[in-house]
């Protein structure tokens, strides 16, 4: 039996799972008439919008697969099938994170309503719905990759699909994130600060856009992003083994020479099992805690994983360094989630520090958590760096010269084969957070509420350890794409081409690949800002202008509708620059360099292929500090002013406290905007420049 | 005759123009005795920090040297004169910050004196003033130089005087720059915000501090900084030059292998004559412009420069690729300048853009600054990445292979050859900072602040195109340094060292290097908020407790020694720990680099060497980019405040200003701490790979 076939297998499992625990989540009661109508409203404004957004991004997605279909279909001997691999990536990524997001506009108000009865009942309808989305998401990515790989056994096709998932995440990433922080901020400046509201109060007119951004920014969003980074891993590692040695090497171990691209799929499809088993295993008693039940299930998914790899890699007769690789992915994820949960957890001093720094005002706040989240980045770049080094001397080692890079990029297929379990804990997070929010707009008692948020304090502990797995893999996912890029671009000019930082060309293309993620959440941020001064307005206006609203008379309601409305046209706005400035640059710096190298000649005749190496190099490095110095100061400001609203330094109200504010508000567009889309937006590039490499390579050829 | 004794005559000279425009700037009336009382007490205050400051770091130096002695004369062949070369260059750097600083503090009474009389008489003050900073710099530096190569003809021991500068440098910088930020913080917090005090009142404690913080941290703080980078670029191209293929150019074309190691120095010279020049051609009319007239000394010293360096390269017979290499440099200067003018100058979009949202609150307000910052990076990167690329081909395709870097280096002692004349634009900043403090506190008239206000407006005009030249020129001359190291590894081991970022231990090294420059912001930030914590509280003691503060009654005074005492003790702490973590993290990656390679062995023997390339240019980009955005990024906040306060969007007091004076405080140290430290952090760093290289390879050929 050819084990390949596992991982189909094991991503229609999921999908089975999946709905199977969306009946589950959908058999329980929806609530009272209040948290119906409540959770109706956040429905359709989270519809409207997903509609608005794909009916925008579909005609990109035309434009891009013509582009494709001509430029390297024709152009560039890639074949016709380059254009509908690309469609499939986006749309099977799209129907993902609608999937997850349908379910989670459910599993809020049910779990609202459960929790009348208590923590046991309410906690397993949200991390069930959020483990509808992990499912879906692996399944469907999974099942793409094999159905892609199957039919035509090129892995640069499924480089097609992998592109397409990760430019519609790159979409959703940049527009959810504009519409969620548009959406927070706005209601959180007009509303608790010049109205004195209290959170998800009912009287605030952006208080239904709120919650929509979480599900489209959070949910969604996030989904997308965790495809796409899924996807890639396992294109990466699909081309690496697809290099001549390691297809010598597996022909004459295996007599077979597919069986190095084979490998990333079996370890996918082991994966999906692991988290399987692992989902299940979650449970929470009457009095338990429901963020223990949640690592809890991270760590025993981890542990199966890896007793089934290597079962399989022993039973296999792969090398076991290869294995090892995995392990040390699997391995770092864990550590750098922890290390992550220092800087960002409520107890611990960098909170603590920048909460009582809080006490000499707003900036010396700012000052204090902008500092501590530069900090943070130093534990996860050590541990990406420790990880993808030993990663590639296990394999290069042990296993065979050639091998290195291919077990960097399987360090990445190993923190990322959990993401089923990942996506469930992270989508755990916002589904909580609403069901906190319906449950206060729909006046429930006391107890409800303070169940409510011991359910959403538990998410953001679980996300601390998940990002840092997010990030983690990321970062090694981006530095396995970039060899992929090598890769592609030596195979095909037949020379060797280096990325040495002394070579011109190379430090041009870094020195401008830095300045990119500076650009792209400049240009994020810059939109939420503009889009909260409209949404801003609005707000304000609707309290002068309707009568007895801010008093709460019986029977006034704001205008949510337009405040839905004005965030997410904004964010449909601001989406496209952004994205389009990553791809478009990531051309240009290709193919005007390859034009200047071509005038310049030997030994630069491949300038513009060196330049855009360097340029990936560049942008790598410069995400990945952005990325997580944005994710972990936002989350720190965020729980310093928890740490004040926990009755510390004065508590609520305390002038520490409106400080802690300001910080908090900075914080929303670093952590759930900006920081997010680099991850995504690294990606993106690096995929581009693998994909679009046979195009510049016969560009190249075609000037010298 | 020999043009390289170009070199010290031209340094002489640059010491004989600082004494006459010393004792012109000493000629003026020290002013009223209210002025001379507060004058002295700024003096006393600088004079007793920089005596703290230099008795902690002759600990240090002396320290450093018994290392460079014994471990790299005696371990390393470099000789015992490493030790000395290195003293020397740390008490030179020493002595030009002390005099700059004397002068500046001389200058400043006596400008606002002048005031009294009309700007035309009150301007030449105060940059003559800096101009004695900038040519005791340039003067003391090149003098140096040339005594050290003259006596030993050995660059490397140039290469200890100029680590020599540095470290002192980066103590200078950090140390200055925590202590002017915690008094400049704590005065406004208290003082402007809880007191509502205007700027420079005398019954504000701190202010005595603040005006000394202008001083200690940008006069001797930045002339240390352009001290250190003006003697790294010269250093670089010499190395560069002594490279073997240059060295058989030059004998084949000149009998002389030197004349590619004297060429820097003979330009340099030239930079200080055309220099000269250009400080005695700026000029102002009784109500002309300060800010054009600075911006004039400029381009006309530039202008010079360009004709003297190809008359001299024309005459020599030098190629003239490496005068067009020099002259990429300046010019990308200016444009660097003119870009970064862009994004902080008070009647641009960005400024306005961001003073408009602190209509909505103080987060959109430094959401909006923090995104331009962002953006502000790009063009100045962009500059940076074409001048070294046109500057390496230009020499690699004109002149011969293997002169590409030297031209980079080249490019970097162009925009610095000026240096003279950029000191002096940058130090008049503080000097009628100061003045315009004194003017107040003096209680002048309403006509002689106005004319303080408009020298120190024109102060931060210049100081965005001197700005730009000292980053572009930081940045190109750290590339320098960078191929400076590769050509001293490669020379002394004999083979070919590549950086190549697919390289893991490259990687691994840029991966660490991306985080220090992070991490060192951060020390120096959380020291200026603890510094700012314990001011703050002493402050709020004294208004407290001394009877009649407060209310300005007559003979009540503050005690303002035991606030300087609190600044300077504070900076003294926090100082250490970051720079040494600068040396000693660089000296970790090298050693531990090469300990983990020889285990590995062949192709790796020389792992360690190449992580220590891949962190310098990891640690490079990242220094970049933080440089560049702190600095901007707080220029703009500064200025968006500024902006409201001439009367725009409800002026001073208004919501909109209390939210752009926080902005404007989170600047703080990011302009005068964090971001320029940066500089002088990644110099720091490529110098202390360069000098300990040797050492490094003979440990590695121990393990082979």
Known sequence: MNLVLLAPVAAFAAILVSIYLYFYVNSKSAGTPKMQEI?????DGA?????????TLAVFVIIMTLILTVALGVYADMGWEIGPAYIFGSVCSAIAGFLGMEVAL????????????GLNKAFPIAFRGGAVMGFSVVGLALLGVSIVYFLTGRPELVLGFSFGASALALFAKAGGGIYTKTADISADLVGKIEMDLPEDDPRNPAVIADNVGDNVGDVAGMGADLFDSYVASIVAVMILGASATLQQAASSSFGNSSAYMDLPLIFAGLGIIASIVGVFLVRVGKDGNPGKALNWGTYSTCTILIALTFLITYYLDYPLGIWGALAVGLIAGVLIGITTDYYTSIDRTPVKKTAESSQTGAAINIITGFSYGLMSMFPPLLGIAIASATAYFICELTVGVGFGVYGVGMSAVGMLSIVGMIVAGDAYGPIVDNSKGIAEQAGMEEEVIEIADRLDAAGNTAKAITK???????GLTVLALLAAYQEIVQTRTGELISFDLMNPFVLTGALIGIAMPALFSAMVMLGVGKNAFRMIEEIRRQFREIPGLKEGKEGVKPDYAKCVDIAAKGALKELLPPSILTIGATLIVGFVGQLVASQIGHPYEFGGIQALGGYLGGSIFSGLIFALFMSNSGGLWDNAKKYIEAGQLGGKGSDA??????????GDPFKDTAGPSLNTMITVMSLVASIFAPLLIAFALLLI
């Open 47 to 55: 519809r409207t919008f997903l509609k608005r957004e794909y009916s």
């Open 468 to 474: 840092g797995f997010a990030i983690g893999a990321a």
């Open 39 to 43: 959770s109706g409203a956040i429905r």
């Open 657 to 666: 406290h409106k400080a802690a504010v300001i910080g908090d508000t900075v």
């Open 106 to 117: 459910k599993a809020n108000a049910r779990t609202a309503n459960a929790a009348r009865e």
